[in-house]
């Protein structure tokens, strides 16, 4: 089963930016659809953005405009881009492979890894 390692997350002020990774273990990446999600306290996880095998992508309503999702399939990478940074971004940021459709993002792994805190002050 591949793996992800999130990393990237930090504290920052309003208006900042971050910029996530998250390396996958395994050859099979370049195969994968990709998606970041988050989990704030008291809150579901959510999806945030998504990156398809060949490049397209889904965003968040409350991240379009200021998140951006990329991957460098040479070196197993996934990252997320966050500018214009919000307290309400305060949360645990996830990596996950996904399946990415016309109109759903979707996982099928019920596996987690230890995801990357972000946490924006006001």
């Known amino acids: 089963q591949v793996q992800f390692v999130e990393s990237g997350g930090g504290l920052v002020q309003a208006g900042g930016s971050l910029r996530l990774s998250c390396a996958a273990s395994?050859?099979?990446?370049?195969?994968?659809?990709m998606g970041w999600y988050r989990q704030a306290p008291g809150k579901q996880r959510e999806l945030v953005a998504a990156?398809?095998?060949?490049?397209?992508?889904k965003f968040a309503d409350g991240v379009k405009g200021r998140f951006t999702i990329s991957r460098d399939n040479a070196k197993n990478t996934v990252y997320l881009q966050m500018n214009s940074l919000k307290p309400e971004d305060t949360a645990v940021y996830y990596c996950?492979?996904?399946?990415?459709?016309?109109?759903?993002?979707?996982?099928?792994?019920?596996?987690w890894g230890q995801g990357t805190q972000v946490t924006v002050s006001s």
């Open positions: 395994g050859s099979t990446f370049s195969n994968n659809a």
């Open positions: 990156i398809s095998r060949d490049g397209n992508t």
């Open positions: 996950k492979a996904v399946i990415y459709n016309r109109s759903s993002v979707y996982y099928t792994s019920n596996y």
